[in-house]
């Protein structure tokens, strides 16, 4: 897995939902990945994402540099830089 420089953080530049709880994501540094959120959707500010319809909601917010939804529920972009591909758990 690719990791981003310690001085550097990584920002989401598009991100498309492909799947449930699936995100296909792309980096400012080129990398790309399709993760899967599900078990992160925990607490009340996630609650409302549990709905298919709700996560389909989601938007890359470029000022910010990571996905987040109307709700103002986000994750933080080197957690999301982080998690493995799970293509690669397709293969």
Known sequence: MKTPPE???PTVVSARVCGPYSVFLVFDDGVSKQVNLR???????????HDPAEFAKLRVDHEVGT??????ADFAPE?????????????
């Open 67 to 72: 996905i987040v939804w109307p709700n103002a």
């Open 39 to 49: 078990r992160f959707l925990r607490g009340p500010v996630f609650k409302r994402m």
């Open 7 to 9: 001085d550097r953080i």
């Open 79 to 91: 957690t999301l830089y982080d998690l493995p591909d799970e293509r690669d758990d397709a293969a």
